[in-house]
């Protein structure tokens, strides 16, 4: 088992709809560990998109998906999911799955976090 594996990516128009799941190993899903989707467009900067703590009711959502995207969990299944509503091509980008290892910073930042899975693409047309 790998720590972090992304699915669920695929093309849809705009206004379409895509959910994407991260499975979490054991070792990585514990309760309060913030499980973050990231996204990365060619020559732009990897951005958070939103993220979750683990077992707990916290979650945290970019200004840009706000109120279109929500980000859940299946702790029976130690998988991380991100529903991704009314797509948008700004939206277009490989998503990455990732868990943090400091606490102590905003969900945001790259810095915080430590494993990242291989990524899985979103392409939205218009």
């Known amino acids: 088992p790998v720590p972090l594996v992304e699915s669920g990516g695929g093309s849809v128009h705009t206004g379409g709809s895509l959910r994407l799941s991260c499975t979490v190993s054991?070792?990585?899903?514990?309760?309060?560990?913030?499980v973050a989707w990231f996204r990365q467009a060619p020559g732009k900067e990897r951005e958070g998109v939103a993220a979750v703590l683990i077992n707990t009711d916290a979650t945290f959502y970019a200004d840009s998906v706000k109120d279109r995207f929500t980000i859940s969990q299946d702790n029976a299944k130690n998988m991380v999911y991100l529903q991704m509503n009314s797509l948008k091509p700004e939206d277009t980008g490989m998503y990455y799955c990732?868990?943090?290892?400091?606490?102590?910073?905003?969900?945001?930042?790259?810095?915080?976090?430590?494993?990242w899975g291989r990524g899985t693409q979103v392409t939205v047309s218009s």
């Open positions: 990732a868990a943090d290892w400091v606490s102590y910073t905003r969900w945001y930042r790259l810095n915080a976090y430590d494993n």
């Open positions: 054991d070792a990585l899903y514990t309760t309060g560990k913030r």
